[in-house]
């Protein structure tokens, strides 16, 4: 068996023609330093922000989208943001993004330069078989937060591992225990697009957070994939 099986249930495609999903696996990961030299990158990136979406936030191109996708399976996008909106309302408060670890600050940086969501999980060392599909009535979620486990409702577009939620809301929210950490060296990164982004705007992002893993993290590149409606599942050996 594969030791990563990854797939986008029909139903996401069919609901929001154009949909795009980068994933990128990595191995032997360094993820032990503070993230100290990704700083200058991030606050560069929030300022990009600053300079280049005006006006209402809500209207941005990019941002709408998401805003009228979480609307298709009944979440309001003004009480549960994507997690682009959320970076990008926190960035032209003026606000800034902390830095966490050089994965996540990698993540943070790539969504903010392209102005899509970026996020990262990590693998362990057993098989697993991954898919964003619409929630089904056995799945759970965990908060981060120690709250209490939530069902998410039916029709909303959850990321899973079998009926464990990962993510909530598509890009919303990820689970208890899927936080990289110091220890962590094999992680996967989600990259998501919806039109009016395109495929090659996703490659860009895809190729722009590669050079920085390879450049602050090390490690190898076990699988780069953008996944469509034409290509809708990954499997990968992982050393």
Request: hydrophobic residues 40%; proline residues 9%.
């Amino acid at each position: 068996m594969p030791a990563l099986r990854y797939r986008i249930a029909p139903e996401v495609f069919e609901a929001h023609p154009g949909y795009v999903r980068g994933v990128l696996v990595f191995d032997r990961l360094d993820n032990r330093g503070d993230g100290a030299a990704l700083v200058p990158l991030l606050r560069e990136a929030e300022q990009r922000v600053r300079d280049s979406v005006a006006g209402n936030v809500a209207e941005h191109p990019g941002i709408a989208a998401w805003r009228e996708a979480y609307r298709r399976f009944g979440a309001k996008p003004s009480e549960h943001r994507s997690s682009i909106e959320a970076m990008v309302r926190r960035v032209v408060q003026p606000g800034e993004i902390p830095s966490i670890n050089p994965l996540v600050n990698i993540g943070n940086i790539v969504s903010l330069r392209h102005r899509l969501p970026a996020g990262v999980h990590p693998l362990g060392p057993d098989p697993v078989s991954l898919e964003l599909r619409a929630a089904e009535p056995q799945d759970v979620f965990t908060p981060a937060d120690g709250k209490p486990a939530e069902s998410p409702p039916a029709g909303e577009i959850v990321f899973v591992a079998g009926h464990d939620v990962l993510t909530r809301r598509w890009t919303w929210r990820q689970a208890h225990g899927t936080q990289t950490l110091a220890d962590t060296t094999r992680v996967f990164f989600n990259i998501d697009g919806l039109p009016p982004v395109s495929s090659e705007q996703v490659l860009a992002a895809m190729e722009d957070l590669a050079a920085l893993v390879r450049d602050h993290c090390g490690g190898v590149c076990v699988a780069s994939v953008r996944l469509d409606a034409a290509l809708p599942q990954l499997t990968a050996d992982l050393p």
